[in-house]
């Protein structure tokens, strides 16, 4: 029989992270959810069973993190996967001039200090005897729209960090990135019951790929990184968008 396979998800309670969390429960994974929203962390779990656990944790807290991973090296003893999700999903912000240092250093905090010190207290569990890490960041690290400084600022972090990453903890851990365009998450959010918002034709139509992106996109590409297949890739930031970031738009 294969040996339990252990993935810890940041951010796995609602939205792209649920959706990471189930997939990986699908595919047998027992899996941890930590995440700093109670209610939701309660939702999940019930709906889910009991291969998912959560954990409350601040990302950007660095005793928290020490105090997850510490549990996890108690309960396990190692772990195959961390996915690298949670963040403040704060893509449009406050104008420049306005921008509080307080709010810019909070999105930092959580969006690129959290992806570190996850990685940091996880890479001695991944070394036994490898694994992966997998950071979530947002085609918003190569493109932008005006008032959005802090949340790319951070997106474009997690995609250096990971080729850093990558060469520093190689070859027992590899270490990729997937940056999401729009995902339609409305069905996975706390409360939401597995409605989904009402997208327009032209929401869709405007994608390459003819339609906005769901969850079990990105799960299914954090599934593809983690496994034996992707043995062979490493420091890598793979955009799953439709094709939206290879579009050339102009108004006519």
């Known amino acids: 029989m294969d040996q339990e396979k252990i993935a810890v998800v940041t951010g796995g309670a609602q939205g792209i992270g649920r959706g990471i969390v189930t997939r990986l429960r699908d595919e047998g994974w027992s899996v941890v959810i930590a995440d700093n929203d109670g209610q939701a962390v309660e939702e999940a779990v019930?709906?889910?069973?009991?291969?998912?656990?959560?954990?409350?944790?601040d990302v950007s807290d660095e005793k928290a993190v020490q105090l997850l991973f510490s549990w996890l090296e108690a309960t396990y003893g190692r772990l195959d996967l961390l996915v690298n999700n949670a963040a403040v999903a704060k893509a449009h912000g406050t104008p420049l001039e306005s921008l509080a240092l307080e709010e810019w250093q909070h999105l930092l905090n959580v969006n690129l200090t959290g992806p570190f010190l996850c990685s940091k207290?996880?890479?001695?569990?991944?070394?036994h005897p490898s694994g992966s890490i997998i950071h979530i960041a947002s085609t918003r690290a190569v493109q932008s729209e005006p008032d959005s400084e802090a949340y790319a600022a951070s997106k474009g972090g997690v995609v250096a960090l990971t080729h850093a990453m990558a060469l520093s903890l190689g070859p027992q851990i590899r270490v990729n990135c997937i940056s999401?365009?729009?995902i339609d998450v409305s069905a996975l959010k706390k409360g939401a019951h597995g409605i989904s918002?009402?997208?327009?034709?032209?929401?869709?139509?405007?994608?390459?790929?003819?339609?906005?992106?769901?969850?079990?996109?990105?799960?299914?590409?954090?599934?593809?990184?983690?496994?034996?297949?992707?043995?062979f890739i490493t420091g890598q930031n793979l955009v799953v968008d439709g094709g939206m970031t290879r579009k050339m738009i102009y108004v006519e």
Do not use: M, N
Request: proline content about 7%; glycine content about 12%; charged content about 10%.
């Open 46 to 57: 019930a709906a889910l069973g009991g291969s998912v656990i959560g954990k409350l944790v």
């Open 121 to 127: 207290y996880a890479a001695p569990l991944l070394r």
């Open 197 to 231: 918002q009402s997208l327009s034709r032209q929401d869709h139509e405007q994608h390459p790929v003819g339609r906005v992106g769901q969850p079990q996109d990105i799960a299914a590409t954090v599934c593809f990184l983690a496994s034996a297949q992707a043995g």
């Open 180 to 182: 999401p365009g729009w």
